[in-house]
């Protein structure tokens, strides 16, 4: 388990004890495959606030009017835009823009300079927000974020925004610190730090609903941190839905055509879209 290897590595290595570099090794692993954008998507750049660049895929909605609701689509923890089209790809057929992006050190985006740190990945969300709000094609008052994984904490926590109109998080974890010690115990919770928590930035929502999908058997981000952070979207009057995917996996809810489905009706109903 790459938790294990990474938390063996900190604790031999007197230098690499800082927090920063742990959540590095363990949480973030890119890929730089360099893949052009399919033919139906536009690649696309845009800038960060601390004058970085950023790559993505544009995929403009099918058969809508112009401008269209469109969702932001913030991908795990690995590989680049290559590996993550086809959990959002299928929302273009729908009527929905949609923008699929690599953080910085990932894929075709500048490096990051020094280690990657979570707040830089929230940055880079705010960022592509920033993005989609200059284009023309895009409706600004019809945006939702659609979180996978790392990007399910990454997206709630942008969606403080108020652009941001509804949220769908895939298989997202509660806390750091939880999903830490879920692979390497006591130990794990001991050296991650706190912040960005799912369970504190969901209650920050306000008026703005949210769609918790998990599967039941996901192994990698156990079921339980959908529920937690479920309740604490109740605890703090958000408007949530839960759908536990029996037997589905961290994967598998990514290609489910009942997810899907309700994904796309949880769209039209908060964002007023259809095709």
Same mark, same amino acid.
């Given at each position: ?17 800082? !927090?920063? =570099?742990?959540?590095? /090794? ?9 893949? $052009? #954008? !399919? ?10 606030? %601390? ?18 609701? @469109? ?16 959990? =959002? %790809? ?18 075709? *985006? ?19 927000? %920033?993005?989609?709000? $200059? ?5 600004? &008052? ?19 925004? !108020? ?5 769908? #998080?895939?298989?997202?974890? *509660? @806390?750091?610190?939880?999903?830490? /010690? %879920? ?15 799912? $369970?504190? @930035? ?13 599967? @039941? ?39 489910? &055509? ?16 259809? !095709?």
């Amino acid at each position: 388990m790459l938790w294990r290897l990474a938390l063996a590595v900190a604790l031999s290595m007197s230098p690499l004890l800082a !927090p920063g =570099c742990l959540e590095a /090794s363990a949480f973030y692993h890119p890929a730089h495959r360099g893949n $052009t #954008a !399919p033919a139906h998507a536009l690649d696309v750049r845009f800038p960060t606030t %601390d004058g970085l660049t950023l790559h993505g895929w544009f995929f403009p909605a099918r058969g809508g009017a112009s401008p269209a609701p @469109t969702v932001l689509h913030v991908h795990g923890n690995s590989g680049d835009v290559s590996g993550h089209r086809f959990a =959002c %790809d299928f929302l273009a057929d729908r009527g929905f823009n949609v923008l699929l992006f690599d953080y910085r050190g990932f894929g075709a *985006s500048d490096p990051a300079r020094g280690i990657l740190r979570r707040k830089d990945l929230v940055e880079d969300t705010a960022a592509a927000l %920033d993005y989609l709000l $200059t284009r023309q094609d895009v409706d600004p &008052e019809r945006i939702a974020v659609f979180g996978y994984s790392l990007g399910a904490v990454l997206g709630l926590a942008a969606a403080e925004r !108020p652009e941001i109109g509804a949220v769908v #998080a895939y298989a997202g974890f *509660s @806390t750091w610190k939880g999903v830490a /010690s %879920d692979h390497a115990g006591p130990l794990g919770r001991a050296l991650i730090a706190r912040g960005y928590d799912a $369970t504190e @930035t969901v209650a920050r929502l306000g008026d703005r609903p949210v769609l918790i999908v998990h599967g @039941t058997a996901d192994r990698v981000v156990p079921y339980r941190h959908a529920e937690l952070i479920y309740a604490a979207a109740q605890r703090a009057g958000i408007r949530a839905e839960l759908m536990p995917v029996e037997r589905g996996s961290h994967i598998s809810i990514g290609s489910d &055509e009942r997810v899907r489905g309700a994904v796309v009706a949880f769209l039209e109903r908060e964002l007023g879209a259809g !095709p």
